[in-house]
Antibody, heavy 114, light 108 residues
């Protein structure tokens, strides 16, 4: 099971850090993915990280602003979001595995507005 | 970047009928294509990967086919719980893992 947290309201130019807590002993064996969904719209792949954390990948729309990381000792995935824009407003989902998203969390809503 | 186009945008089907959804890639993605189902207010769920392999626990009424640029998701006999939005995703030219715009399957 995956549980996201850390969403909320941020101002343009601000920052938020999302967390995704995984239950079970196999988190460290899985690559992980973040996918977002603007209100009423479709899915957009955001970022992924390999098992072990040695490789990270980003969509062009977030490159240089977002940082994905993981702490396998805490079974937790993170997404540090800086320089937020209005267009980053979305529900953010974490998912196990990459590039196929096998299991998804319930999502956390990020709203960027002044 | 690969563009994934799904059609139709909305499909009206009666319960028990067959539904056929289409996904087209702007260039070949081989068989590196997944399908997801998303019910209102819920997270997406993986249905199909490798264009035709059902994920764990997915009923046999869901089937996928295609390769290259043309793909199909077929639901052989629609059940009430199948009325949802369906997304395709390519992962051959990854990153990014590009999603299609979705097809909403609604009750006719």
């Amino acid at each position: 099971k995956l549980v996201e947290s850390g969403g909320g309201l941020a101002q343009p130019g601000g920052s938020l850090r999302l967390s995704c807590a995984a239950s079970g002993p196999t988190f460290r064996n899985h690559a992980m993915t973040w996918v977002r969904q603007p209100p009423g719209k479709g899915l957009e792949w955001v970022s992924a990280i390999s098992n072990g954390g040695g490789s990270t990948y980003y969509a062009d729309s977030v490159k240089g602003r977002f940082t994905i990381s993981r702490d396998d000792s805490k079974n937790t995935l993170y997404l540090q979001m800086n320089s937020l824009r209005v267009e980053d407003t979305a529900v953010y989902y974490c998912a196990t595995d990459s590039p196929i998203c096998t299991l998804w969390g319930q999502g956390t809503l990020v709203t960027v507005s002044s | 970047e690969i563009v994934m186009t799904q059609s139709p945008a909305t499909l009206s089907v009666s319960p028990g009928e067959r539904a056929t959804l289409f996904c087209r890639a702007s260039q070949s993605v081989s068989s590196d294509l997944a399908w997801y189902q998303q019910k209102p207010g819920q997270a997406p769920r993986l249905l199909i990967y490798g264009a035709s392999t059902r994920a764990t626990g997915i009923p046999a009424r869901f089937s996928g086919s295609g390769s290259g640029t043309e793909f199909t998701l077929t639901i052989s006999s629609l059940q009430s719980e199948d009325f949802s939005v369906y997304y395709c995703q390519q992962y051959n030219h990854w990153p990014p893992g590009t999603f299609g715009g979705g097809t909403k399957v609604e009750i006719k």
